[in-house]
């Protein structure tokens, strides 16, 4: 590890420790990530963004802390925030292993059941690149309609990535949620549960990083994890499922909720997730 001065400099005068060295970490594709080796013997992630929201990384470390206090799934400790930067203890990856999927399925379920008042936040958020409305709703079929699929659908068909075949299949999904998905309780999720935001780590624990929190329907979570696979995915949901059993029926709503994640892929990347989102909904028909 070298060190670069500019910063080591930020995070000096935010930890209030010395940092003897940084290195830059692979892997994010919307933030710059530096790993810092203080003085202290200890190592923490340092999250820049130079095109960041003034509140972008406080609504992050804000999301991090929401889901801490859950006493469920592990995720990094915040060191430090501001506008500029957010920096938190450093994870150090690991193997992933069938125990780990175990008590992953166990503590995400303890997250889900530690609730909210209501669905949404007090705050709105971030996916990804993208806003994140956030306005508690007084069900979740409104929550999920007005907050979720509506505002990525308008956004993906005006940037051409859904056309309005596509976005008539969706809508018609949308008018149907109270009869399609049972409502429940709202649940404190991560809201970007994919698996990059679940990371393996060397201590045997599964750590989730990078959130977008906010109380919505449990099966979101889920749904999101099983979009884009997860090893030991089936482990996990079976130690949900004994800990926290859903409503029957749950593995036919998947769909439903991964409509939200294919639709913000949609309009952050346009391909074929806007005809993927259609085809899911054209399911529900």
């Known amino acids: ?14 930890l209030g420790a010395s940092v003897v060295a940084t ?8 933030a710059t990530a530096t790993r810092l080796r203080l003085s202290n013997g200890t190592t923490a992630l340092m999250k820049t963004h130079p095109h960041a929201p003034p509140d972008y990384f406080e609504t992050e470390a804000a999301g991090l802390r929401w889901l ?13 925030v501001d506008h500029e930067c957010l920096i938190l203890a450093w994870i150090e990856p690991g193997k992933n292993t069938a125990d780990a999927a175990l008590a992953f399925g166990r503590a995400l379920a303890a997250t889900h059941n530690a609730g909210a008042a209501t669905y949404g936040l007090d705050h709105d958020g971030y996916i990804g690149r993208l806003p994140l409305p956030n306005r508690p709703a007084a069900t979740w079929a409104e929550f999920f309609a007005v907050r979720r699929i509506l505002p990525y659908l308008k956004l993906a068909r005006d940037r051409g990535a859904v056309t309005d075949d596509e976005a008539a299949a969706v809508e018609s999904v ?28 060397l201590d045997g624990q599964v750590w989730a990083i990078d959130p977008a929190a906010h109380a919505g329907h449990r099966e979101t979570d889920l749904a999101m994890l099983s979009l884009f696979g997860l090893p030991h995915l089936p482990r996990v949901l079976d130690a949900y499922l004994e800990a926290s059993p859903l409503a029957g029926g749950w593995e036919d709503r998947v769909g439903i909720h991964q409509l939200f994640p294919l639709l913000v892929h949609a309009a952050l990347f346009g ?15």
């Open 68 to 80: 801490a206090e859950a006493d469920g799934v592990r995720v990094p400790e915040v060191l430090a």
């Open 23 to 30: 290195a830059p970490v692979a892997g994010g594709d919307i």
């Open 1 to 14: 590890m070298t060190r670069q001065p500019l910063v080591a400099r930020r995070a000096e005068e935010l």
């Open 174 to 201: 949308v008018r149907r949620l109270p009869a399609l998905v049972p409502e429940e309780p709202p649940a404190r999720l991560h809201g970007d549960l994919w698996n990059g935001n679940v990371l393996w780590g």
């Open 271 to 285: 391909g074929g997730y806007g005809a993927r989102a259609a085809q899911a909904a054209r399911r529900y028909a």
